[in-house]
């Protein structure tokens, strides 16, 4: 009887969508990125191993943006399942800090957009699941739309 294939690892990644009133807060990603390259973004990062994903996206924030967020109590406000990788999203309303590039090996740039502006950019694989994608490159599971419950 054939044994069967272990299965890779995949990747646990957490991001956040920064909300401040009507402008969501994105992340461009070098086109030199080995993934989501060329694309704006949410800010996040990896699960480290033995980490809670609510404290990898506080630690996540605090290195990528300088901000500090209280560990949302909560699910995620949306999951993406790849062939690699599980993506928890959570909206973010509430920070302490200025947001700034503090990881440019990570983003070549951070900007404020309004929802409107969307459209006209390419967006990452966590912003479509959260924000909506018309052709789907993943299975997406929203969970949440309730914002508030940040507070």
């Avoid at 973004?41 to 996540?60: F, H, M, S, T």
């Avoid at 503090?102 to 967006?123: R, V, Y």
Wanted: charge should be negative; hydrophobic fraction near 35%.
């Amino acid at each position: 009887m054939p044994v069967p294939a272990e299965r890779p690892p995949r990747d646990q990644v957490v991001t956040a969508l920064l909300r401040d009133g009507d402008r969501l807060l994105l992340c461009y990603r070098s086109p030199r990125k080995r993934n989501n390259a060329d694309v704006w973004d949410l800010p996040g990062g990896l699960v480290e191993p033995g980490e809670l994903p609510a404290a990898a996206l506080v630690r996540e924030l605090r290195e990528e943006l300088g901000i500090d967020i209280a560990p949302p109590s909560g699910p995620p406000d949306g999951e993406v399942h790849g062939d690699t990788f599980d993506i928890q999203i959570w909206v973010i309303e509430t920070w302490t800090g200025s947001p700034i590039n503090a990881a440019p090996e990570e983003h070549d740039a951070i900007a404020w957009f309004t929802e409107d502006a969307l459209p006209g950019l390419k967006l990452g694989v966590a912003c479509l699941a959260l924000l909506g994608d018309p052709t789907p490159r993943h299975r997406t599971t929203q969970k949440r739309t309730d914002p508030q419950r940040h507070n």
